[in-house]
Antibody, heavy 119, light 106 residues
Framework: QLQLQESGPGLVKPSETLSLTCTVS??????????WAWNRQPPGKTLEWVAS???????YYNPSLKGRVTISAETSKNQFSLRLTSVTAADTAVYYC???????????WGQGTLVTVSS | DIQMTQSPSSLSASVGDRVTISCRAS??????LNWYQQKPGKAPKLLIY???TLERGVPSRFSGSGSGTDFTLTISSLQPEDFAIYFC????????FGQGTRVEIK
């Protein structure tokens, strides 16, 4: 059974860089048709798709994040990562790593990790 | 950008009730519409994709319909475990979610 686990700091200072890693077990990042994604959810609000990397390495970003976001995959470790630069309080959210099968059909999720942006 | 608007934002219902939740896109999105259920402190769970296709393992009391700009999630007979927040999501980039509908116990 596919499992995803987020890891990274729970507290980031304003203007600094948020970095998270998702470790995938029970499946391969290289499996055809799979997309590996980051979604986030500010407390009490709706969800927002952040970025995805496909099984073949193609990368997709949410335009709303205006070039602050980078997603990468390390297939040898079965991990993918998120970097978000110049964070503000508006980036405080639960960050979920997830797997989708195209068209944002997200069928597997990590448990989520709360990242708070505060000095 | 295409906006996704759900209605109502919350509703109260009893076990056994039929519940419908609406999701409207500001422009046509064809059938690219997904529905999720989220319980407190948990990750979302995929219920329906491509507007009406039931995800494997999801009870058949859940159904989806619609295309273009208007979509509906229906729970035919509400069960105690169905009290949760439901989100629709545009199924193409940037995968915009609706604001959610909270289903509460009457």
């Amino acid at each position: 059974q596919l499992q995803l686990q987020e890891s990274g700091p729970g507290l980031v200072k304003p203007s600094e860089t948020l970095s998270l890693t998702c470790t995938v077990s029970g499946g391969s990042l290289s499996r055809s048709g799979h997309y590996w994604a980051w979604n986030r959810q500010p407390p009490g609000k709706t969800l927002e798709w952040v970025a995805s990397v496909s099984y073949s390495g193609t990368i997709y970003y949410n335009p709303s994040l205006k070039g602050r976001v980078t997603i990468s995959a390390e297939t040898s470790k079965n991990q993918f990562s998120l970097r978000l630069t110049s964070v503000t309080a508006a980036d405080t959210a639960v960050y979920y790593c997830a797997k989708d099968r195209g068209n944002h059909i997200t069928d597997s999720w990590g448990q989520g990790t709360l990242v708070t942006v505060s000095s | 950008d295409i906006q996704m608007t759900q209605s109502p934002s919350s509703l109260s219902a009893s076990v056994g009730d039929r519940v419908t939740i609406s999701c409207r896109a500001s422009q046509s999105i064809g059938s690219h519409l997904n529905w999720y259920q989220q319980k407190p402190g948990k990750a979302p769970k995929l219920l329906i994709y491509d507007a009406y296709t039931l995800e494997r393992g999801v009870p058949s009391r859940f159904s989806g319909s619609g295309s273009g700009t208007d979509f509906t999630l229906t729970i035919s007979s509400l069960q105690p475990e169905d009290f949760a927040i439901y989100f629709c999501q545009r199924g193409d980039t940037p995968g915009t979610f609706g604001q959610g509908t909270r289903v509460e116990i009457k």
